[in-house]
């Protein structure tokens, strides 16, 4: 009968990365200062080249703006946003569990209607339509 292993994965991390986390990701440097004043008490010698961690990494990154459109909606209705949410963990008063809204890009008038069942979307759907050509 084979037994079953359990694995644990445990991290190590060095002290000089412990003490940049505890100090909320400050750089090494202002950690280097903080020893040498005598401010903190106990932070191994540290190594000002060392890398920092992944986390100071992904916060210096920075994403590209969207690019502009220069399409733009010229009349009512030519462009409807739709969005379903739920279902949510208590049901309101008349028992919905889900919200269907639509926005009209233009007047950015919103519509919601209150779901039972998230099958009820496309009889809403139309039933939005139909009121919104008139």
Known sequence: MPTKQKVTLNSIIDDITL???????????????LTLINMV???????VNKNTCEGCIMGKMHTLSFTKTTWRVKAPLQLVHTDIWGPACNPN?????YFLLFVDDYTRMMWVYFLERKSQAL???????????K
Do not use: C
């Open 19 to 33: 003490w940049h986390h505890r100090h909320g990701h400050l750089n090494l440097n202002s950690l280097k200062v």
């Open 93 to 97: 008063m008349g028992g919905k569990r």
């Open 123 to 133: 009889t809403y759907f139309l039933q939005s339509k139909a009121l919104m050509e």
């Open 41 to 47: 008490i106990g932070i191994p010698i540290i190594d």
